[in-house]
């Protein structure tokens, strides 16, 4: 993947607007905005573009004003979990820029995208000066912990079949739409999930046998949304026994498990 991206200054106003898409930062006084607006920039990145990896020396935060950026660690052989996906509005990389350790996972562009980038140095000292937009950033961060609290859980506890249907689901729900874009390959679905590719295809045919699903290509029609709202709720690990270890999900679990909130 490449790391090359454009980045650009933009208006003092439209920095401004940007930042008051941040819930903490839409709290500071309106002065505080607009001198915090001034030492962010526009940074435009190219679909498969990292934003940054997973290690690095945290510079900043980063707020999607378009297109959509997912962030995944890598497991100790090469495969990848995805903790999130995130569209406009949403924030990225708050948890290293205050613990002052390298990013928890890599960000990579899913389509092209423009972030506005905010510097560490500049939004550590508006958070000093204003205590009201700390509290809630500190509300903010522990959303993410149980965030990712339930991905462990979903991993430890859940068949791929359910954790599959699960994320049919929810991409039906943030699409508003019954036909769902599958990404690129099995083994982009298989890290969104926590499993590997022949796990994935198993799990798409199970559904389709079923009758909860249709795949045409990248296109998978969800033909019956009940059916697959009691595949994701029933499926449990200790329904599927040994399946467990097949799937090779205790790597991935262990890798969910070094993640530092």
């Given at each position: 993947?490449?790391?090359?991206?454009?980045?650009?200054r933009?208006?003092?106003?439209?920095?401004?607007?940007?930042?008051?898409?941040i819930?903490?930062?839409?709290?500071?006084?309106?002065a505080?905005?607009?001198?915090?607006?001034?030492?962010?920039?526009?940074?435009?990145?190219?679909?498969?573009?990292?934003?940054?990896g997973?290690?690095?020396?945290?510079?900043?935060?980063?707020?999607?004003?378009?297109?959509?950026?997912?962030?995944?660690?890598?497991?100790?052989e090469?495969?990848?979990?995805?903790?999130?996906?995130?569209?406009?509005?949403?924030?990225?990389?708050?948890?290293?820029?205050?613990?002052?350790?390298?990013?928890?996972?890599?960000?990579?562009?899913?389509?092209?995208?423009?972030?506005?980038?905010?510097?560490?140095?500049?939004?550590?000292e508006?958070?000093?000066?204003?205590?009201?937009?700390?509290?809630?950033?500190?509300?903010?961060?522990?959303?993410?912990?149980?965030?990712?609290?339930?991905?462990?859980?979903?991993?430890?506890?859940r068949?791929?079949?359910?954790?599959?249907a699960?994320?049919?689901?929810?991409?039906?729900?943030?699409?508003?739409?019954?036909?769902?874009?599958l990404?690129?390959?099995?083994?982009?679905?298989?890290?969104?999930?926590?499993?590997?590719?022949?796990?994935?295809?198993?799990?798409?045919?199970?559904?389709?046998?079923?009758?909860?699903?249709?795949?045409?290509?990248?296109?998978?029609?969800?033909l019956?949304?009940?059916?697959?709202?009691?595949?994701?709720?029933?499926?449990?690990?200790?329904?599927?026994g040994?399946h467990?270890?097949s799937?090779?999900?205790?790597?991935?679990?262990?890798?969910?498990?070094?993640?530092?909130?």
């Amino acid at each position: 993947m490449n790391r090359t991206h454009a980045a650009g200054r933009t208006s003092t106003r439209g920095s401004v607007e940007a930042i008051e898409q941040i819930a903490y930062l839409r709290l500071l006084p309106h002065a505080e905005r607009e001198w915090l607006a001034r030492r962010c920039e526009v940074r435009r990145v190219a679909v498969g573009a990292r934003i940054f990896g997973e290690g690095d020396v945290p510079s900043g935060i980063f707020l999607i004003l378009n297109g959509r950026v997912k962030v995944v660690r890598s497991g100790p052989e090469g495969r990848e979990q995805v903790l999130h996906q995130e569209g406009p509005g949403a924030t990225l990389g708050e948890v290293p820029v205050f613990d002052g350790r390298g990013y928890l996972g890599s960000a990579v562009a899913v389509d092209d995208a423009s972030l506005l980038f905010v510097p560490r140095s500049p939004l550590a000292e508006v958070l000093l000066r204003n205590p009201t937009s700390s509290a809630e950033l500190i509300r903010i961060l522990a959303a993410r912990i149980r965030h990712f609290a339930m991905l462990i859980e979903d991993l430890s506890m859940r068949t791929v079949p359910a954790r599959l249907a699960g994320y049919l689901l929810r991409e039906s729900v943030r699409t508003g739409n019954t036909t769902i874009e599958l990404p690129g390959t099995r083994e982009d679905l298989a890290a969104h999930i926590g499993t590997v590719r022949e796990q994935v295809s198993r799990a798409l045919s199970q559904l389709t046998r079923s009758g909860a699903i249709k795949v045409q290509g990248r296109s998978l029609h969800i033909l019956d949304a009940e059916r697959l709202r009691n595949c994701a709720a029933s499926q449990s690990r200790a329904q599927a026994g040994s399946h467990a270890h097949s799937t090779g999900l205790g790597a991935v679990r262990a890798t969910v498990n070094t993640t530092k909130y």
